[in-house]
C-alpha cells in the first residue's frame, strides 16, 4: 500500500527515541492515518479500545514523562479515515497493517505497543503476525477469545457489579445501556451506550464521580459494526496461537473489571510464555485513571528492564 504523509507540531531532535511532537498524519491506500506523539523515551504506540471509541481516553500522561507516547486514532474514528465498507471490515487484520504502517514511519529499530480492550486483541493479532519491530506488547484488558463464553463471562461480572450496587440510583441507567448494545445502529447510540455502561467500567465510579464524570461526559465514539466486509462476525480464539508467542509481553487486568476481568488476564499469562501479569486491584476496566501511577510503573518498569535501560524510582 502506498503512503504519503503530513505533520503538525514542534520538531524535536532524532537522538535517541525522540520522535517529533503533536498531531501527525499520513495516507495509506488512501485512507488517511492519524496519530498523537507526546513525551520522551523509548516508543510506546497505544492503540484504543471499541472498536469505535476516540483515542483520547486513553491519554497517559503519568507515562509521557518516561516514554513517548504514539497515541493512534484508529481508521474509522476521529480524524482518521473511513474504509469504503464503513462501519463493516475494521478487522484486527485491516488495523495490524496501519499499525505496521505507522510503525515505518516512525523511523524507529523497535516500539513497544499497548492495547487496550479491544486494542489488545489487535495488539495480539499484530505480535503474533508481525512481531519484528516489536521490543515487547502490552495486553492491557484484554482476552483470549470472544464469542459465548467471553459473553458469559461479561454477563456474570455484571450481576456481579450490580449486586455490589444494588439500590444506588444510576444501576438501572446502565443496566439499560447493556441491554441497548444490540440495538446500536449508528453514531449517536455509539456514544450512549458507551457513555451508559461506563460506570461499571471504574472500580468506584459512583465513590469517585467528582473525578472520573468529566471522563465519561468527554467519551466519543464512531459506530463500527465489528463485522468484516463480508457482513460475518469476526470470532476470536488466540489460545493456541498466543503459546507461540515469542514477543515480551506484559498483561495488565483490573480485578474489578467487567468485560476482560482478572479470568482473561490470568488466561492470557498463563499461556504466553515467559510474560508478566499485572492486576490493578483498586481499578476496573481503566486502571491508567484510577490508579495512573501503579499503572504507570508498571509499563515503565517492563520497558526499561526488557530495552536493558535504567529505570529511576518516582
Known sequence: MGT???STGAAQSRAGSLLPRGTHSFTVGGIPQRYHVHGTGPVCVAHSGGPGIFWDYLR???LEE??????VEPIGTGASGRLPSHPHGYTRERYSRFLEQLINRLGVPEVY???HSHGAFVAAHHALERPDRLAGVMLYEGAPVTGAE?????GRRLEEFAARNAGHPGLPDVLAAFAAMSAITDDDSTVAVARGVLPSYFADYWGREEQ??????ALR????SGLDEKRSPEDIDDRAALKELNVPTLVIVGRHDVICGPRWGQELHRLIPGSRLVVLK???HLGHIEEPERFRDAVRDFVFETSGRESAAV
Do not use: C, K, Q
Open 4 to 6: 504519503t504523509a503530513h
Open 60 to 62: 497517559m500522561p503519568a
Open 66 to 71: 518516561h516514554l513517548t507516547m504514539v497515541y
Open 113 to 115: 505497543l499497548l492495547g
Open 150 to 154: 467471553h459473553s458469559a463471562e461479561a
Open 212 to 217: 472520573f464524570a468529566p471522563v465519561r461526559e
Open 221 to 224: 465514539a464512531t459506530y463500527i
Open 282 to 284: 483498586d481499578s476496573g
